[in-house]
């Protein structure tokens, strides 16, 4: 069903079935040196930030909903520990490759995916997959914030008790954990038993940051998590990425050339569903080559 | 095979032409109009809402003559004795609702999840038509099929040449309860379709597994729903006749035993109220009265459900 269209040949080319499904399995040392391998044979992909361990790669990725051809030949990676944003006009594909990156896709009817996603080294649309863990360790903020309709509390504790955790005490150390990283403890506290509900609509966003957190993942995706917000939530929830920026890899999709600009290390633009360049943000919005992202960061279109 | 870059957008259109002045006489009459029909829908829901109003009253009026403890806590006793009471039927009726529940809502809830959440396919179609064919079917043919599947097989197994027919409430349940069915499952998939999209992948994007998420975020925040559906559904079969003469048929005597023919108080008011003595009659109201208010005190309870907030 994929097709391995990798372009650089010394990267792992072990068939299918070698690659461990469990990659938690992997020991972190195992896994520094292939990545430094993945590293050198990827120098010349993206000449950013320096030294990062690469977290995630999409390789000539192709996805058909039903006859539209909606990502054209994707190629892009991802370095750990640093914010890399998606822009590019409406329906140009972003949010389609983002939810590729944690198989949100399977869910839709006739959509198609080729090509090839790695996330530690590891296909995620390898058979033997499990696609529950591999969301507990791509988690996902989207665009409407979306609280369960239960308390503060619930919501929060929602992924680790699906993990299992059913002792009240380290729940209440995650809930608070997860809340004050996505600084919201301080607004909550109080109101654990609450409605999710009844929370502001930057309130709930970080709550779903808080909820998405409390998983532990290793990447953080985010479509634009801001898009329905006001301005002061918004920059709340822009301080929180750079916050969280130390410790999560974290890829998000943003309409507000700003806030790319202001949060991201790497920038990637898309058009018409395909990748026209990635490189970092610095280069991106001062310098960028291709002359449709200098159009479109200019505000000429979009 | 580079994208082109779309046309910038032209600059916006200078040519806006006022439309003409509506004329009075134009006015007039749609004003006319309105106000005529707006007449007539009042008119008709006010012919609508008269017969539930009469009925009630007239209900209330004779039923409140025979309330007293006694109507609750004694059965019924020969024609021409007066005192006595519905309790055996009251109690029938509870006990049958109770079964029908004990097989309506797990079937018609589950059911009705699995058509909103994995029935978009052609089984999904055949089990949607075959739920509305089952809901217009008359409910004496329910009561002729129960009565052939678990009436008639179980006293053939079981009596003596000539025993009487062996009813039971089991099979009076059986009956109400597939009445349930398709009232439960097309409310419960109508109400968990309303559930947004967002919520299950929200919950998926955490790593849940769709049965569980389906089972915890999409009935969570549906169950508002799903309970006035279910509370309906009761107060339908709660008044139910013809299931219940082939099925649990009736009784004089107060019965805990679902093995045995039980009352119920639709069929006790049927044949009180068609028997010559005035007492009975009588009771027949009292009867009638508190039928009434059960179906009408789960009615506010699903208008209340529905209110509720969903947490
Ligand atoms: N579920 C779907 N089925 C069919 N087409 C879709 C679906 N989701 C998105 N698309 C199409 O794919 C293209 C990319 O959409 P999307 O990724 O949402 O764009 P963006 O997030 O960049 O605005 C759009 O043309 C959109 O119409
Ligand atoms: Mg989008």
Redesign the pocket.
């Known amino acids: 069903m994929l097709v391995s269209t990798k372009p650089n040949s010394t990267q792992t080319e072990q068939p299918v079935a070698e690659i461990t499904p469990d990659a938690q399995s992997v020991t972190s040392s195992e896994r520094a040196v292939n990545q430094s391998v993945a590293i050198s044979a990827r120098a010349n992909a993206n000449s950013v930030p320096t030294n990062a361990v690469t977290k995630m790669t999409a390789a000539g990725v192709n996805l058909h909903?039903?006859p539209?051809h909606?990502l054209k030949n994707v190629s892009a990676t991802f370095p750990e520990k640093t914010i890399t944003a998606l822009i590019?006009p409406?329906?140009?594909?972003?949010?389609?490759?983002l939810r590729c990156l944690n198989r949100m896709n399977d869910l839709?009817d006739g959509?198609k995916i080729t090509g090839d996603i790695q996330l530690d080294e590891e296909n995620i649309y390898a058979r033997g997959v499990d696609v529950v863990q591999l969301r507990q360790r791509v988690g996902m903020v989207f665009q409407k914030p979306n609280p369960f309709p239960m308390t503060i509390w619930d919501n929060v504790a929602y992924g680790p008790r699906l993990r299992g955790i059913k002792n009240k005490n380290l729940l209440a150390e995650i809930v608070q954990e997860s809340l004050e990283g996505a600084a919201l403890w301080n607004e909550v506290k109080d109101d654990l038993k609450k409605s999710a509900l009844g929370l502001s609509g930057g309130q709930q966003q970080r709550l779903c940051i808080a909820r998405a957190l409390a998983t532990k993942p290793e990447v953080v995706l985010m479509d634009e998590p801001c898009s329905a917000l006001d301005p002061i939530s918004t920059l709340k929830i822009e301080e929180l990425m750079r916050e969280l920026r130390s410790q999560y890899t974290i890829i998000i999709?943003t309409h507000n050339m700003q806030q790319a600009a202001r949060c991201s290390d790497k920038t990637a633009f898309?058009l018409l569903?395909e990748l026209v360049e990635m490189d970092s943000s610095s280069k991106m919005f001062t310098d960028p080559s291709d002359k449709r992202t200098e159009d479109y960061i200019t505000g000429r279109f979009g | 095979m580079n994208p082109t870059l779309p046309a910038p957008s032209s600059a916006v259109s200078d040519r806006v032409r006022p439309l003409p002045p509506m004329s009075s006489s134009l006015m007039t009459k749609r004003r006319v109009s309105n106000n005529v029909m707006k007449g007539l829908c009042g008119l008709a829901t006010i012919l609508a809402i008269i017969p539930l109003f009469l009925v009630l009253y007239y209900v209330t009026i004779q039923g409140i003559k025979v309330m007293n403890p006694a109507f609750f806590t004694e059965v019924q006793r020969p024609a021409g004795d007066p005192g006595g009471g519905f309790k055996h039927a009251i109690v029938g009726t509870l006990m049958m609702v109770g079964l029908a529940s004990c097989i309506g809502l797990p079937v018609g809830i589950l059911g009705g999840i699995y058509l909103s959440e994995f029935g978009q396919n052609r089984f999904g179609f055949i089990v949607r038509f075959a739920t509305d064919v089952l809901n217009g079917i008359p409910s004496i043919i329910i009561g002729v099929f129960v009565y052939s599947i678990a009436v008639l097989p179980v006293s053939r197994a079981t009596r003596e040449w000539n025993d009487p027919i062996t009813f039971s409430a089991w099979a009076g349940g059986l009956a109400l309860g597939i009445m349930m069915i398709p009232t439960v499952m097309r409310t419960t998939e109508e109400i968990v379709r309303l559930v947004p999209q967002s919520l299950r992948e929200g919950a998926l994007a955490l790593g849940d597994t769709r049965w569980h998420s389906t089972l915890k975020i999409v009935l969570g925040a549906a169950k508002g729903g799903v309970i006035t559906g279910v509370l309906l559904a009761i107060a339908r079969i709660a008044g139910e006749t013809a299931p219940l003469l082939f099925t649990a048929a009736d009784s004089l005597y107060m019965n805990l035993n679902p093995s045995k023919q039980t009352a119920s108080l639709p069929v006790r008011i049927y044949l009180s109220a068609t028997s010559p003595d005035d007492h009975w009659n009588a009771l027949a109201w009292g009867g009638a009265f508190v039928l009434v208010a059960m179906i009408l005190i789960l009615s506010l309870l699903a208008r209340y459900a529905t209110r509720a907030r969903n947490v």
Do not use: D
């Not at chain 1, 409406?90 to 490759?97: D, W």
């Open positions: 909903y039903g539209k909606a590019g409406s329906g140009c594909g972003k949010s389609t490759f839709i959509c999709v898309f569903g």
